[in-house]
């Protein structure tokens, strides 16, 4: 039996989605794994499940999964993705679906078939204490004790910003990721800041490597800049892919503004996967 699947991106960091809705599948860590597997697989950034809500103000319940097998609280380009997605399948511009981070609100700005979809999504609060992170020990989450002196903060997803001059320094990501100081692991960012109201980012993902772009790790630079006293609470946030816009508005939510593309649609043969 095929299943059905769709390739979207925000920003070049890519996705395949699985509707289990009607139908759930049976999907592991190790089956993800070889779904996402760019050579062997579809191939993807992240690999999304859409299931049915617990909560009756969500239209989905939507999970986000890495290459390596592992789940993520939170993926801000692939919400953006989703958003657009369920918005087109509801007929509405404004949506809420809920995620192992709690309910995430979307509201789609415009349309385009070549430009895809705007989408803002509200990503929440972010939590800057050391247990939320999850940190290993309890230090200030404002400049934690590596070289460099990043800071850290959860948004839904664990994330530790280090503010550079030097985009190289970003070299450093995959022996952070697993710095002792993470017990899950985390999402590593360099930023350079260019102006008050603007940065130049790239994120090693956890679990994933380097992508063309990162969401919720534009959401931590922006957040973590303003607690650094070094950027505005709304800036431009530019990635590998290209560009969103991140508001950290007055009501302690983080606010994502970018772009959602339907890439492809196919089936696939699960069962020729491991379990
Ligand atoms: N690409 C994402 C983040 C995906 C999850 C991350 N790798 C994690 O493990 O937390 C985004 O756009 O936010």
């Given at each position: 039996m095929r299943t059905f699947f769709q390739k979207m991106h925000g920003l070049g960091n890519d996705f395949?989605?699985?509707?289990?809705?009607?139908?759930?599948?049976?999907?592991?860590?190790?089956?993800?794994?070889?779904?996402?597997d760019r050579r062997r697989g579809i191939g993807?950034?992240?690999f999304v499940t859409l299931?049915?809500?617990?909560?009756s103000k969500a239209s989905v319940f939507v999970r986000f999964f890495n290459p390596d097998g592992s789940e993520a609280g939170a993926c801000g380009n692939a919400s953006r993705c989703v958003a657009s997605l369920i918005g087109q399948e509801l007929h509405t511009d404004s949506l809420t679906f809920e995620t192992q981070n709690g309910l995430l609100e979307a509201r789609i700005l415009s349309r385009d078939e070549m430009k895809g979809t705007v989408v803002t999504v509200d990503m929440g609060r972010p939590r800057t204490d050391w247990q939320a992170v999850p940190l290993a020990k309890a230090v200030d989450t404002l400049r934690l004790p590596l070289a460099g002196e990043p800071a850290a903060l959860s948004m839904g997803n664990p994330h530790a910003t280090f503010f550079v001059t030097d985009l190289s320094e970003a070299e450093r990501g995959p022996a952070l990721e697993i710095d002792p100081l993470f017990p899950d692991r985390a999402n590593i960012g360099f930023a350079r800041i260019d102006a008050p109201d603007?940065?130049?980012?790239?994120?090693?993902?956890?679990?994933?490597?380097?992508?063309l772009a990162c969401g919720s790790g534009a959401c931590a630079a922006v957040v973590n800049a303003v607690r650094r006293g070094l950027g505005e609470r709304r800036m431009t946030v530019e990635v590998d892919g290209g560009e969103m816009v991140i508001a950290w508005d007055a009501d302690d939510h983080v606010l994502m503004t970018g772009p959602a593309q339907l890439a492809f649609e196919g089936t696939v043969d699960l069962e020729a996967y491991p379990k």
């Open positions: 395949v989605i699985v509707d289990e809705r009607a139908t759930s599948f049976d999907l592991t860590p190790r089956r993800i794994a070889g779904l996402a993807c950034d992240q299931s049915a809500p617990e909560d603007r940065m130049r980012l790239r994120v090693w993902e956890r679990g994933a490597g380097f992508t």
